[in-house]
């Protein structure tokens, strides 16, 4: 990351899945990177994205862990309580919808709000989240998979609110949702086939893109390639 100053620290959180994996390796790799935290539900400390209070107790346990220029939050989920996505209106489960909502929206808002302190203010900083393609209202050409469509684009909004509001304080933050391509991984195993990138490989081209960001005092919704999408 050569947009970050020498001897940044970084913040990966849900590290424990195929992307995630991936860049705390990339980063760890990276001669300009001081240290990689790597935070998952089966870390310590750990947390649960439908949880908020295990949410507080993970901002009091990295309290005294230094400042962050740069963090990734590669959590999310596709299946839930084993319900893949609705293909139908008529497949719609209130539960479901909730499940959703809480895992791919309103816990990474709350982690954002719990562990924005911990981000370095001053200098260039970087706090990106995985999102989905699908999440673009505009994209939406083929319908179906709602609970997920629903959950990123609530996931961008509320992105998109935060990123105006850290501009205030922070106007040298660049606050990203990420679209990682087709990946392999357990989450996506089901639904993609031979053309799945390699975890690596997505992981390498986002970091590209995120080292190309300039601030915008707004959030930027863009893909692998570094090709901005429709919100």
């Known amino acids: 990351m050569q947009s970050l100053r020498a001897g940044y620290s970084a913040l990966v959180l849900g590290a424990s899945g195929a992307i995630g994996q991936a860049f705390v390796t990339l980063l760890q ?58 293909k139908r209106l008529d497949e719609l489960d209130a539960q479901a919808l909730l499940a959703a909502m809480s895992v791919n929206a309103i816990g990474p808002a709350l982690l954002l709000k719990q562990l924005l302190s911990r981000l370095a203010s001053g200098e260039r900083v970087i706090w990106a989240k995985l999102s989905a393609r699908v999440g673009s209202l505009e994209d939406n050409r083929k319908g179906g998979w709602y609970g997920y469509r629903a959950s990123k684009a609530a996931l961008n909004m509320l992105l998109q609110t935060a990123a105006i509001e850290i501009a205030r304080r922070r106007p040298l933050a660049v606050i990203a949702a990420l679209q990682p391509g087709t990946v392999r991984s357990s989450l996506s195993q089901p639904f993609v086939g031979e053309q799945a990138q390699d975890p690596l490989e997505s992981a390498g081209r986002l970091l590209r893109v995120l080292d190309a960001l300039a601030p915008t005092g707004r959030a930027q919704f863009v893909d692998h390639a570094g090709q901005s999408i429709p919100w």
């Open 29 to 86: 790799s990276d001669p300009r990177c001081a240290s990689v935290t790597a935070l998952s539900r089966s870390s310590q400390p750990g947390f649960d994205l439908s949880d908020p209070a295990s949410l507080e107790r993970l901002a009091l346990a990295l309290a005294d862990a230094g400042k962050f220029q740069l963090v990734i939050d590669a959590t999310g989920a596709l299946t839930l309580d084993g319900r893949g996505p609705e």
